[in-house]
């Protein structure tokens, strides 16, 4: 399935022991965020994928086993490394999974946090609904 996707912010990180690449996305009225991490091995690795929810906290969707993508991507250490290029189809398929595994129809821009409640009903009468 496509989806119609903008990237709002994208880091590249990198030092001698792990590089890592995070995009933040926009995506069908929803914010992402995924971020992998490379490290020297499988057990200092990750890949996370969380979504922006009310009020304003991130809550991880996803997240993908190191094991089925570390030995497909270069070590810290070498030579002209791009972590860009590395990481970015995992951080794709990280968001594609996210929104799939929520299916979300976009969140309005402003939406109230509580419905007014109706008043309960006072004692001895009954409650009644018109039809328009």
Avoid at 6 to 33: C, K, L, M
Avoid at 78 to 85: A, Y
Wanted: glycine content about 6%.
């Amino acid at each position: 399935m496509h989806h119609n996707v903008t990237t709002i912010d994208e880091t590249i990180g990198q030092d001698p022991d792990r590089y890592s690449y995070e995009a933040t996305v926009e995506a069908n009225g929803n914010i992402f965020r995924a971020k992998v991490v490379r490290g020297p091995d499988v057990g200092r690795s990750r890949a996370t994928v969380e979504v922006l929810t009310r009020p304003r906290t991130w809550s991880q969707v996803t997240a993908q086993n190191p094991g089925s993508w570390f030995s497909k991507t270069s070590p810290p250490d070498r030579p002209g490394l791009n972590p860009s290029r590395e990481l970015r189809p995992i951080v794709i398929n990280l968001i594609n999974r996210a929104i799939n595994i929520l299916d979300l129809e976009p969140i309005p821009r402003s939406t109230p946090t509580t419905r007014p409640r109706a008043a309960p009903p006072q004692h001895g009468t009954v409650e009644t609904t018109e039809n328009a």
